[in-house]
C-alpha cells in the first residue's frame, strides 16, 4: 500500500519540533525554541516578527543554509535534517529558489544568462514555452540582454524573481525582498510574487519587516523570541501592523522586566 506522503498532503515545507542555538555559555543566544510549522504547497506565506525574533534563522534553517540543533525539516519529501552537505548543495538547488534583498545578480552576466544560470549550473535546459511565460510575467522581454547594471532595481528584482521562478522549484524563498526597492518596483514584484503563487502554484515563503508586504501574503506567521505566536489569514496591512505593534510592546515589556531583576 503506498504510503501518504507530505507531497501529497501539499505540504511544500515543514519545520517540527525544532531549535536553533547559537554561541555557548553566557553568549548562547537560542533563535528558535521548538517551532513546528507546516508550509502549504501553492500559498505565499509571509513570516514576520520583531527584531531578533527568529525570522531569518526560520528561512535558513528551512532552506537547508543552516542545520538545526533538534527537530526536523523537510522540503516536500526530503528530509533536509541529517543531509550531507553535498546534498544540501544539491537539494537547494533542484528544490528551493532564492530571492535576496541585494538581489545577487552576477554583474558579468546578461538578464538572460543570469536567469537561466540555476539550471545551466545543473546541466538543464530552460522549458522554452515556460521561459517566455516567465519573462512576460516579470516584463523583461526587452530587457534580456542587459547587464544588471544597466537595469533598475525593481529591473534587477524582477530578474532576481524569474531566476528563482524558471527552475520551478518546490518552494521560492524571498528574504526582504523589496526592502530595497522604492514603493513603486516593490509593489511591481510583490504582484508578481502573488501571480505566481495564483497563476503558477508557487509556494513562496518571504520574511520581511513591512506590513504592507505581508498583506500580498495568504498567511502571515508571528514569531516573537523563537517562536511561532500567532498567524494571520488573508491580512490586511492595517491588521498585520496591529499584531507587529502587540508583539513589539509584549517583547520591549519583557525586555524592560529582564533589564530590572
Ligand atoms: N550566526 C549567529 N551567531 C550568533 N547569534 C546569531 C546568529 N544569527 C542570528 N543570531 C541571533 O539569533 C537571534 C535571531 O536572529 P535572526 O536573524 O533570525 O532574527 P530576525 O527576526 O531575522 O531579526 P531581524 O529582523 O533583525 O533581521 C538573534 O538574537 C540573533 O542575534
Known amino acids: ?43 505565499f506565506t509571509a513570516i514576520m516578527g520583531p527584531s531578533g525574533s527568529g525570522k ?11 542545520t538545526v540543533n533538534r527537530g526536523e525539516v523537510f522540503i516536500g519529501d526530503l528530509r533536509v535534517t541529517g543531509m550531507s552537505d553535498r546534498q544540501l548543495t544539491q537539494m537547494r538547488r533542484d528544490n528551493v529558489g532564492f530571492i535576496f534583498q541585494q538581489f545577487n545578480l552576477l554583474p558579468t552576466l546578461t538578464a538572460e544568462e543570469n536567469i537561466t544560470l540555476p539550471l545551466s549550473i545543473a546541466g538543464k535546459k530552460p522549458d522554452k514555452a515556460w521561459f517566455d511565460q516567465v519573462i512576460d510575467t516579470v516584463g523583461l522581454r526587452d530587457r534580456l540582454s542587459h547587464k544588471p547594471t544597466e537595469l533598475s532595481g525593481g529591473q534587477q528584482q524582477r530578474v532576481a524573481c524569474a531566476r528563482a521562478l524558471v527552475s520551478r522549484p518546490e518552494v521560492i524563498f524571498a528574504d526582504e525582498p523589496t526592502g530595497n526597492l522604492d514603493s513603486k518596483s516593490g509593489a511591481e514584484v510583490l504582484n508578481f510574487l502573488r501571480d505566481s503563487v495564483d497563476r503558477f502554484g508557487q509556494t513562496i515563503v518571504m520574511v520581511t519587516h513591512d506590513a504592507n508586504a505581508a498583506s500580498y501574503a495568504d498567511r502571515v506567521l508571528f514569531l516573537a523570541d523563537g517562536q511561532v505566536v500567532d498567524e494571520l489569514i488573508d491580512p490586511t496591512a492595517e491588521q498585520v501592523l496591529d499584531e507587529l505593534k502587540r508583539l513589539e510592546e509584549i517583547v520591549g515589556s519583557r525586555q524592560t522586566q529582564a533589564e530590572g531583576h
Open 56 to 66: 531569518s534563522t526560520l528561512m535558513h534553517c528551512l532552506a537547508g543554509l543552516d
Open 1 to 43: 500500500m503506498a504510503s501518504t506522503t507530505m507531497a501529497d498532503a501539499g505540504i511544500a515545507a515543514r519545520a517540527a519540533g525544532v531549535w536553533k542555538v547559537y554561541g555557548t555559555g553566557e553568549a548562547q543566544v537560542i533563535a528558535l525554541r521548538d517551532v513546528s510549522v507546516d508550509l502549504a504547497r501553492g500559498r
